[in-house]
């Protein structure tokens, strides 16, 4: 047997606890959101288990054990004196309120998709192949998209944009605008509704998330003849003549991120700008030991690498490709300048011209 640091095994055997504690705490969450129960909290106040009972109809039985969870993992304060369970701000910006910045249900969603996918995934470990993004967990379409959205929601417009060179000004006279891989359509929506003189077109390869994206907009109440989404892959789409192309943490999806970056710059105007936003990463693989790496590591390895197997090519990039990979795919497309325009804990921001 192997000698080993008692001091060093405690710890770990406490990072683990910690892990194990995070990964049964996923599905108390999606039943505290399902519920409505961070919600109530919120705007009802604190409460002991029988007074959320009486004010939710559920069982007390079931909501003391969950508020007890709660207060055990720091997501709720717990008053000894009163009995009563609170939702502080800070957690509430986390849990119930769907416009803040860091609202992060759907990362706990995302959470339970990779283990839907796990036996899929699984597989492709023997065999190589992927797993196709529709072949994937039901409602991770919509997880996906409810973790971006409050990251484009609140850098988009405000950040992003304005960070490319002259970019703004055209969307503001009127531009025309491709969202390549646009998902439900949350990025191109942002877009259409700041700059009402410009016209979109969302583009996905997944039929369903196309259906949603189009009922997204009619929601939004914006014209159809301005904005729409159809379905097509990133390298076969039809129109062309684009002031603007975005990506957002999509392009290392893509099977052949070479051939879309090809593609996509025969269909941008000579002096257009293609927007490429993908996870934040180092280009080296210890700059990732962080808890952001680490999410995205999960991430890719259970849904875009997979996802990129099973597309032509394969190149399978990976949700932590970094930057200097990232430049080299870009360039190889037929882009001649690659700069970084901005970042955020969570992204990077890059511009490419011909």
Not at 8 to 31: C, E
Not at 209 to 234: K, M, Y
Request: net charge negative.
């Amino acid at each position: 047997m192997q000698v080993f640091d008692e001091n060093k095994l405690n710890a770990f055997v406490g990072q683990v606890l910690g892990d194990l504690g995070g990964a049964y705490s996923a599905a108390l969450v999606k039943i505290g959101d399902r519920l409505g129960l961070y919600r109530e909290l919120q705007s009802g106040g604190p409460a002991t288990s029988t007074e959320l009972a009486e004010r939710t109809g559920y069982s007390e039985r079931y909501l003391r054990e969950w508020l007890s969870h709660h207060a055990a993992s720091n997501y709720l304060d717990y008053d000894r004196t009163t009995k009563r369970f609170r939702l502080p701000p800070e957690q509430a910006m986390v849990f119930a309120d769907e416009d803040s910045p860091v609202y992060m249900i759907g990362g706990f969603e995302n959470a339970f998709t990779t283990l839907e996918n796990e036996a899929k995934v699984s597989e492709g470990f023997r065999t190589g192949e992927g797993v196709a993004w529709g072949d994937q967990a039901q409602c991770m379409f919509c997880a996906v998209a409810k973790f971006f959205r409050p990251g484009y929601n609140h850098n988009l417009i405000q950040n992003w944009l304005p960070a490319l060179s002259g970019v703004v000004e055209k969307l503001e006279k009127g531009a025309k605008v491709a969202d390549i891989g646009c998902g439900h359509g949350h990025s191109t929506l942002l877009m259409a509704a700041a700059f009402p003189n410009s016209t979109f077109i969302g583009y996905d390869f997944h039929g369903s998330s196309i259906d949603a994206a189009n009922e997204h907009r009619d929601e939004h109440g914006l014209d159809p003849d301005r904005v729409r989404f159809e379905q097509a892959t990133a390298d076969d789409f039809g129109e062309g003549d684009f002031d603007l192309i975005t990506c957002f943490d999509a392009l290392h999806d893509m099977g052949d991120p070479v051939g879309t970056a090809a593609h996509i710059a025969q269909k941008l105007k000579p002096d257009g700008t293609w927007m490429v936003v993908e996870p934040m990463a180092g280009d080296e693989l210890t700059e990732n030991f962080n808890p952001v790496g680490r999410l995205f590591y999960a991430a890719s390895t259970t849904i875009c690498v997979p996802t990129s197997l099973a597309q032509k090519t394969g190149l399978a990039l990976g949700a932590q490709a970094g930057e200097r990979k990232l430049t080299e795919v870009i360039k190889a497309g037929g882009f001649q300048t690659v700069r970084r325009a901005t970042e955020t804990p969570f992204n990077i921001v890059l511009e490419a011209r011909h």
